[in-house]
T-cell receptor
Framework: GENVEQHPSTLSVQEGDSAVIKCTYSDSASNYFPWYKQELGKRPQLIIDIRSNVGEKKDQRIAVTLNKTAKHFSLHITETQPEDSAVYFCPRGNDYKLSFGAGTTVTVRA | SQTIHQWPATLVQPVGSPLSLECTVEGTSNPNLYWYRQAAGRGLQLLFYSVGIGQISSEVPQNLSASRPQDRQFILSSKKLLLSDSGFYLC?????????????FGPGTRLTVL
């Protein structure tokens, strides 16, 4: 399956600042780009996704941008709050299965 | 609406003992079903997935097995647990026959093998 490359592996930000996580992909045919959030001890949940015919999608304080030329997509969190502290994943895969990788651990400092 | 159940929530087992974790989904038919394991501080490792009753695909060789005896029931088993089997086990489901499905995760089972 397609490999998952996500950067950085850990991110610490001051409350109120922005956080950006980048995910790179290798399959030019990829057309779906989701982001999942997993709070400590909880289950992962989809927070936002984008399809290849759209360059950017926003939902309140989170947004995903897609750069098809460079083959990467990024998660942007603005005005970070303590509840944004979690592990974020950009899984890659096909219709039936996803590879989640190690994720990015985001810590929002008060 | 759809819901997914997993039990037990936590489990402590001795090395060499058997294991059976159960996952059930309500409110949908013929879901794709998945078992993942997450070691402490690590990512999600896909163990098994199923796209129909009696159909199981294994992702990694190990001493675990999975079965799908009913449409919305997915079971993870082991005959003899190893220390390395400790972790957070997550079951997930997805709608069948859709392009790039969101996966919905259960609450998980935290397994400690001593």
């Amino acid at each position: 399956g397609e490999n998952v490359e996500q950067h950085p592996s850990t991110l610490s930000v001051q409350e109120g600042d922005s956080a950006v996580i980048k995910c790179t992909y290798s399959d030019s045919a990829s057309n779906y780009f989701p982001w999942y959030k997993q709070e400590l001890g909880k289950r992962p949940q989809l927070i936002i996704d984008i399809r290849s015919n759209v360059g950017e999608k926003k939902d309140q304080r989170i947004a995903v941008t897609l750069n098809k030329t460079a083959k990467h997509f990024s998660l942007h969190i603005t005005e970070t709050q303590p509840e944004d502290s979690a592990v974020y994943f950009c899984p890659r895969g096909n219709d039936y299965k996803l590879s989640f990788g190690a994720g990015t651990t985001v810590t929002v400092r008060a | 609406s759809q819901t997914i159940h997993q039990w037990p929530a936590t489990l402590v087992q001795p090395v060499g003992s058997p294991l059976s974790l159960e996952c059930t989904v309500e409110g949908t038919s013929n879901p794709n079903l998945y078992w993942y394991r997450q070691a402490a501080g690590r990512g999600l490792q896909l163990l098994f997935y199923s796209v129909g009753i009696g159909q199981i695909s294994s992702e990694v060789p190990q001493n675990l097995s999975a079965s799908r005896p009913q449409d919305r029931q997915f079971i993870l088993s082991s005959k003899k647990l190893l220390l390395s089997d400790s972790g957070f086990y997550l079951c997930a489901w997805a709608h069948p026959q859709r392009d790039h499905n969101e996966q919905f995760f259960g609450p998980g089972t935290r397994l400690t093998v001593l």
